[in-house]
């Protein structure tokens, strides 16, 4: 790496490191560009060089800590159990726990501007999917994969702005566990969340076999967007009316 490009990326390093740790110790508030500037050892004007405005500044480190959030999540994707059900509550339990711990952080990665222009964002909501993903290939879904993944992104989300709004003092962890409950009661074939108990055994089947038609190799490629097609046909017309969408 050239002598100039690797000042910059250094620059750009400290100066972001600086303005998470004004955000996580201070709120958001305290993350002006004097302040950011004077704890990373340089000048306000490098700040503006690097990312524009303070905006851009708040761009970026939204993306550094939503990255290394993401990445950790993605070590415990790789470290998955045999159970697809219990893997989705854990995934849940970090994302709360995340929030909790890092409120101004959280407020700030939940902006949708942010979320639908950032990585890192997507990135995290990918692995979300994967987790409803197994617990489809499982057979354990009800809904779609897509709507499912919607739903608890909404309720994990919205669960955790809620407790933010209190005071630290009053804030009862278990208004999140009651939102995953009453989620997982929605998408899940079983009310004991036991996929091989399917309580709607030709929906389950339906959406199991969706999330395996990208890998059958017998069809082409219009005959399995066909075969998706039809399968999600079968889950709309068979899913009892107070779970249609």
């Not at 000042?7 to 600086?18: F, K, P, S």
């Not at 919205?158 to 009053?170: D, H, V």
């Not at 278990?174 to 996929?195: E, F, G, H, K, S």
């Amino acid at each position: 790496m050239a002598e100039g490009v690797k000042t910059r990326t250094d620059n750009r390093e400290r100066i972001i490191e600086a303005a998470v740790s004004l955000l996580r110790d201070e709120g958001r508030a305290a993350v002006t560009t004097r302040r950011v500037a004077e704890l990373a050892g340089m000048q306000a004007p490098t700040i503006y060089r690097l990312f524009g405005d303070k905006d851009g500044l708040l761009d970026a480190v939204g993306e550094h800590v939503m990255a290394a959030f993401a990445a950790a999540k993605a070590s415990e994707v790789a470290a998955a159990t045999a159970n697809p059900v219990d893997d989705l509550r854990h995934g849940w339990d970090m994302t709360i726990n995340f929030g909790l711990a890092n409120p101004d952080l959280f407020v700030l990665l939940s902006d949708p501007t942010r979320q639908q222009r950032s990585p890192a964002a997507q990135a995290g909501i990918q692995l979300l999917a994967e987790r409803v993903h197994r617990v489809a290939l499982s057979g354990g879904l009800r809904l779609n994969e897509e709507h499912a993944t919607e739903l608890i992104h909404a309720a994990g989300t919205g669960a955790i702005l809620t407790l933010l709004a209190q005071p630290a003092a009053k804030r009862d962890r278990r208004l999140a566990d009651t939102m995953l409950d009453a989620v997982l009661n929605q998408i899940l074939a079983t009310p004991d969340y036991a996929p091989e108990a399917a309580k709607e055994p030709i929906v389950a089947a339906a959406i199991a076999l969706r999330a395996h038609t990208p890998q059958v190799r017998a069809l082409s490629s219009g005959e399995r967007a066909l075969l998706g097609e039809w399968l999600d046909r079968i889950v709309q017309a068979e899913r009892p009316a107070e779970h249609q969408a």
